[in-house]
């Protein structure tokens, strides 16, 4: 691991919380929709990237929403509270609840409420008649965690599974969670002014992941979605979109949406057909958002990720003056890599 000085990673902890948020701001116009035309997104983005010009920000959504919620908790408190990340979940979904949640994880935030949080991580058990929620919900939101256990990797693992219990009892709902705060971890610890060896970055992941899954009843989900990915990773332009799709997948389904968006981020380190930008950042949203599906949370996540490798100063100032919140995402980052120096 490359040694990452102070200030770089300061710019790495903007870059996450900032990266994440564009990716949620400029995929959710897309949501739902199956595949979404090369040529269109580079007008989109070239538009929103070219010179400033005054329009209404592009929202955030529940992803951005609950990931503010980690965030401000992680600040207020200086340690992981599932109590009050619970607390702070259902204050902001009642205070704003158009912000498009997952159709189910609502009736937790219910539950929570009617049972004065006797139990914060009960409600997450009784979802789907007991089988619990395998979706992305809880990877979508675990960025500032991943930041704030950057020097613990045992923790970290111990947390995230934590906080996606929270909402996510499915083993694929949190294991999906731990694999995109692995993801996180280790974009953080790289140096990027060195070459990404992508395939040493996924062979990694591999091998945590075998760690983690080795405890479970099905031990090979995200190891077999992995490997999958490597081999698409070393097609590189042979692989096209509907296959990546077939493949990778691009649903709320945890599994089929954070190795996705782990492979957009590897993907885009090099250029893609019909993507023209220099910059590798708004490379791997515009072609995570390509991808169709849901297109909020894979460029969410693999906002994050590529923000948490390049660091902030690669985003698009333009870029960012088009989303909504990007200041408020700004000090969340500063403030949790001052909490983190100094623990
Ligand atoms: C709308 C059957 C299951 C399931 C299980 C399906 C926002 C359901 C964000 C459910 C993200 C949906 C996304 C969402 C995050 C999950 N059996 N179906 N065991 N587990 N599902 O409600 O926070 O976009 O169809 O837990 O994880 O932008 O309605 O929410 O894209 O996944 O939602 O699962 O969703 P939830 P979430
Ligand atoms: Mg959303
Ligand atoms: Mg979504």
Same mark, same amino acid.
């Given at each position: ?20 948020l564009?990716g ?51 600040i ?9 990340i ?9 205070g ?16 929570l409420?009617?049972?004065k ?32 256990c ?21 083993? /694929? ?6 694999? *995109? ?8 610890? =790289? #140096?990027? $002014? %060195? ?6 970055f ?12 080795e /405890? ?6 995200? *190891? ?8 698409? =990773? #070393?097609? $590189? %332009? ?37 993507i ?10 515009q072609?995570?958002i390509?991808l ?52």
């Open positions: 691991m490359a040694l990452i000085d102070s200030i770089l990673l300061a710019s790495k902890f903007r870059g996450c919380l900032v990266g994440g564009l949620d701001c400029l995929g959710a116009p897309y949501e739902g929709d199956y595949r979404i035309p090369k040529t269109v997104l580079q007008k989109y983005f070239d538009t929103l990237e070219g010179p400033y010009f005054k329009s209404p920000v592009k929202q955030y959504t529940d992803d951005s929403a609950m990931t503010k919620c980690i965030a401000e908790s992680l207020a408190q200086e340690r992981f509270d599932s109590l009050d619970a607390k702070r979940f259902v204050k902001e979904y009642f704003d609840p158009r912000r498009g949640y997952g159709e189910q994880v609502v009736e937790i935030f219910h539950k409420r009617v049972q949080f006797g139990d914060p991580f009960g409600p997450a058990k009784e979802q789907f008649g007991g089988a619990g929620s395998y979706a992305n919900g809880g990877a979508m939101r675990v960025a500032p965690l991943a930041l704030f950057h020097s613990d990797y045992n923790e970290l693992i111990n947390l995230v599974e934590q906080s996606a219990k929270l909402t996510h009892t499915h083993q /694929e709902g949190y294991d999906g969670t731990i694999l *995109q705060a692995i993801a996180v971890y280790q974009s953080l610890h =790289l #140096d990027p $002014k %060195e070459k990404l060896d992508t395939q040493n996924s062979s990694q992941l591999i091998e945590k992941m075998s760690e983690i899954e /405890e479970d009843d099905n031990p090979y989900p995200y *190891q077999t979605q992995l490997e999958k990915m490597q081999i698409l =990773l #070393d097609k $590189k %332009e042979d692989a096209d979109d509907e296959e990546v799709q077939r493949i990778m997948g691009n649903t709320v389904a945890a599994l089929y949406s954070v190795p996705t968006a782990i492979f957009c981020f590897l993907r885009a380190c090099a250029p893609i057909p019909e023209e930008t220099e910059n590798p950042f708004r490379r791997t949203i072609y995570a390509s169709g599906g849901d297109t909020d949370t894979i460029a969410n996540m693999a906002g994050a990720i590529a923000g948490a490798y390049y660091g902030y100063s690669v985003i698009s100032e333009n870029l960012q003056k088009h989303c909504e919140a990007t200041e408020q995402f700004i000090e969340y980052a500063d403030k949790l890599h001052k909490i983190t120096a100094s623990k």
